[in-house]
């Protein structure tokens, strides 16, 4: 299955965030009120949103955007492209892990 994906941002002109279709994967259901499918991709590497960021950032060439509002985003740019598909290809890795073992 493959529910993530790099998506274009709308509100960052050739920039793309990992986007999450939570219409593939009925199993995965964020539990708190206002929870973010966001740090369910952290979750997957047993980190906290912040760290997962901080790796987006310095292991697969992210820019990090929005300091100071609720949720900090990790975007990359056209040339950074290749970097962000090696993490939606882990993410998808290790969800299929789970639903597999679950």
Request: charged share 30%.
């Amino acid at each position: 299955m493959l529910a993530f994906s790099l998506v274009e941002s709308l509100c960052h002109e050739g920039k793309y965030y990992i986007s999450f279709d939570c219409e593939k994967c009925d199993k995965v259901k964020i539990g708190v009120k206002g929870g973010s499918y966001s740090v369910f991709a952290s979750r997957l590497f047993g980190f906290t949103y912040k760290d997962y960021l901080k790796m987006c950032r310095d292991v697969y060439g992210a820019e990090l955007f929005g300091r100071g509002t609720r949720y900090v985003i990790a975007l990359w740019s056209k040339k950074d492209w290749n970097k962000g598909i090696e993490l939606v290809k882990e993410l998808n890795k290790r969800l299929n892990y789970i639903l597999k073992e679950g």
